[in-house]
């Protein structure tokens, strides 16, 4: 038997981040995001955003577009962001 992964650790902006976990769909005005993964190392954060002062990102991909690749946000959660499946639990095992 195997040990389950450690807790994916958010970062003080949990958030800002929201429920936007692994295996995740989320939706809002710009289309259906699948979050592929949680990036919480700023340094690798700021590379895949371009942006020297962001603390963390997602890669997502819309699921809505059928040639749509995986990118990398650094947007907030916000009340017009919508949950439509959770991610997995921050102490499952992955699949």
């Keep these: 038997m195997t040990a ?8 003080a902006a949990g ?3 929201g429920p936007r ?4 769909i989320y939706a809002n005005q710009s ?3 699948e979050v ?4 919480t190392d700023p340094l690798e954060a700021a590379r ?11 890669i997502v991909r819309d699921t809505l577009r059928a040639d749509g690749q995986p ?3 650094g947007s907030v959660w916000t009340n ?5 499946r959770p991610g997995r639990s921050v102490y499952a095992p992955a699949a």
């Design 4 to 11: 389950p992964p450690p807790p994916i650790a958010l970062p």
């Design 15 to 17: 958030d800002e981040i």
């Design 21 to 24: 976990l692994p295996g995740a």
């Design 31 to 33: 289309g259906r995001f």
């Design 36 to 39: 592929l993964a949680l990036v």
């Design 48 to 58: 895949l955003l371009r942006r020297a002062s962001a603390r963390w990102a997602v």
């Design 71 to 73: 990118f990398a946000v």
């Design 80 to 84: 017009e962001d919508h949950l439509v």
